[in-house]
């Protein structure tokens, strides 16, 4: 029997110091642990950097998204943690994703950030569902734009 997906949805504040080069090596870290551990735990989803913070999808069971975020609550990469939905779905949005990502200087990104910026990082004012469709509509802008350079 098949357990009942999950998606949540969280922000968190950057704690990476240090240079451009240093706060890449660093995220690329962070992408490269995801893309290992997440396709043998079943969790899909996405990663968006930008003002100082990150936003991240996860899609999975209850308890394996449960065991990632405790790993990420965890990291000193990450501060303020904060769940801003965290729900049942009945099917994933980035099913082709271990994780992917979305750094600075794409166009989710700089939204993002004006997002951040506008929210001032207050938790109230940041709804997962916008962050959630933010990705989503990146997501598919890349994958088109990569279908048609093909």
Same mark, same amino acid.
């Given at each position: 029997?098949?357990?009942?997906?999950?998606?949540?949805?969280?922000?968190?504040?950057?704690?990476?110091?240090?240079?451009?080069?240093?706060?890449?090596?660093?995220?690329?870290?962070?992408?490269?642990?995801?893309?290992?551990?997440?396709?043998?735990?079943?969790?899909? *989803?996405?990663?968006?950097?930008? /003002? #100082?913070?990150?936003?991240?999808? $996860? &899609? =999975?069971?209850?308890?394996?998204?449960?065991?990632?975020?405790?790993?990420?609550?965890?990291?000193?990469?990450?501060?303020?943690?904060?769940?801003?939905?965290?729900?049942?779905?009945?099917?994933?949005?980035?099913?082709?994703?271990?994780?992917?990502?979305?750094?600075?200087?794409?166009?989710?990104?700089?939204?993002? *950030?004006?997002?951040?910026?506008? /929210? #001032?990082?207050?938790?109230?004012? $940041? &709804? =997962?569902?916008?962050?959630?469709?933010?990705?989503?509509?990146?997501?598919?802008?890349?994958?088109?734009?990569?279908?048609?350079?093909?």
């Amino acid at each position: 029997m098949n357990e009942p997906l999950f998606r949540l949805i969280y922000i968190s504040r950057n704690e990476i110091s240090g240079d451009e080069a240093t706060l890449n090596r660093e995220i690329d870290q962070i992408l490269a642990s995801s893309r290992v551990k997440n396709p043998i735990e079943n969790i899909t *989803g996405a990663l968006m950097f930008n /003002a #100082g913070c990150f936003a991240q999808v $996860l &899609e =999975g069971s209850h308890n394996e998204i449960q065991n990632t975020f405790e790993r990420i609550q965890c990291d000193p990469r990450h501060s303020h943690v904060v769940v801003l939905a965290f729900e049942p779905t009945s099917e994933r949005s980035f099913s082709n994703w271990s994780m992917a990502y979305f750094g600075t200087n794409s166009n989710a990104a700089a939204k993002f *950030g004006d997002i951040a910026n506008k /929210a #001032g990082f207050d938790p109230s004012l $940041l &709804e =997962g569902d916008r962050i959630f469709d933010l990705l989503k509509e990146h997501l598919i802008e890349a994958e088109s734009a990569s279908h048609r350079k093909q």
